[in-house]
Nanobody
């Protein structure tokens, strides 16, 4: 059974921080590129960060570069996203993704509000 299980979403005030995690099981995820996506209400889903199999190459969207940090722990099959200096523009459902094979997490809601 392939599963990508996310945690860490919730409500945070502007300027705050939180960390998302995604634990994968049922396939050898350590061999594959892993990504974080997000989708805000009324907007298209976008890639936030992409982390290579060994974690050495990370690409970020311009909107989050310098504020978000992606990482992975292959021994734990876990993907992380550290999020800092959050604004209302970061409010979205965040998804864990492997492009190939094509698997998605269930999504976790992040709401940035006072």
């Amino acid at each position: 059974q392939v599963q990508l299980v996310e945690s860490g979403g919730g409500l945070v005030e502007p300027g705050g921080a939180l960390e998302l995690s995604c634990v994968a099981s049922g396939f050898p995820v350590s061999k594959f590129l892993r990504e974080w996506h997000r989708q805000a209400p009324g907007k298209l889903r976008e890639v936030v960060a992409a982390i290579s199999s060994a974690g050495g190459t990370i690409n970020y969207s311009p909107a989050v570069k310098g504020r978000f940090t992606g990482s992975r722990d292959n021994a734990k099959s876990t993907l992380y996203l550290q999020k800092m200096s959050l604004t209302s523009e970061d409010t979205a459902v965040y998804y864990c993704h492997t492009p190939t094979p094509n698997f998605w997490g269930q999504g976790t809601q992040v709401t940035v509000s006072s």
